[in-house]
C-alpha cells in the first residue's frame, strides 16, 4: 500500500485504497464516498416499543466523506484573490523543495504546474478546499469537486506536493 503524504509539511493526504488517476502528469484525482460513521447500534435483543419505551433515534452518527474523515483534513475556504496569492507561495515553496532533493521534477512541475492551475482558477467556484491535520497554511490545499454526475466526490491533489511512503 502506498501512502501520500504533503512534501511540505508530511501531513498523510491520501492513500492508495482510494480509486486514483494521475491527470497530466500534473495532479491526482483521488475519487471519495460519503459514508455514515459512529452510532453503533447494538440489539440486545429487547423490543423497546412492546415494553413501553420509545425507539431511540441515534443522533451520534454522522455523513462524511471519506477521505476527510480517513486523513483528517479540515475545511478552509479561499476567495479568488487570496488563493492565488497562496497558490503562487505554494509552487514556490515546492520547487524549493524539489531542487533540493531532485532539480529533474521541479523543471517538470514549472513547465506543468501554470497551465493546470489557470483551469483551478478558471473553475474556482467549482472547488471546497481542505488542509491536513496540522493545518499548516504552508502545505497543500486539497481541492474537493464533483463528477460530471454532481453526485461523485473528488479530490485534487499536486503530484510535485507529494511523497510517497510504502506501508
Partial sequence: MLLY???????????????????ENVAYEVDCAMI??????????????AEGG???VDSSSETV???????????????KKSYLT????????????LMETNPDEAAEFEKLITPYAKKIIGNF???????????????????????E?????YFTFFKHGLKVQKL
Fill in 65 to 79: 466523506n471519506n477521505v476527510v474523515y480517513s486523513f483528517r483534513l479540515s475545511q478552509t475556504s479561499f476567495d
Fill in 36 to 49: 455514515t460513521v459512529g452510532g453503533d447500534n447494538v440489539d440486545i435483543g429487547a423490543n423497546p416499543s
Fill in 149 to 153: 454526475d454532481g453526485v461523485t466526490p
Fill in 125 to 147: 467556484k467549482d472547488y471546497d478546499f481542505y488542509v491536513g491535520e496540522s493545518m499548516n497554511p504552508d502545505g497543500m490545499v486539497a481541492l474537493l469537486n464533483y463528477r
Fill in 54 to 56: 420509545d425507539e431511540e
Fill in 5 to 23: 503524504e504533503d512534501l511540505i509539511t508530511g501531513d498523510e493526504l491520501f492513500s492508495d485504497a482510494y480509486p486514483l488517476k494521475l491527470v
Fill in 86 to 97: 497562496y497558490l503562487k507561495s505554494y509552487m514556490k515553496s515546492v520547487k524549493a523543495k
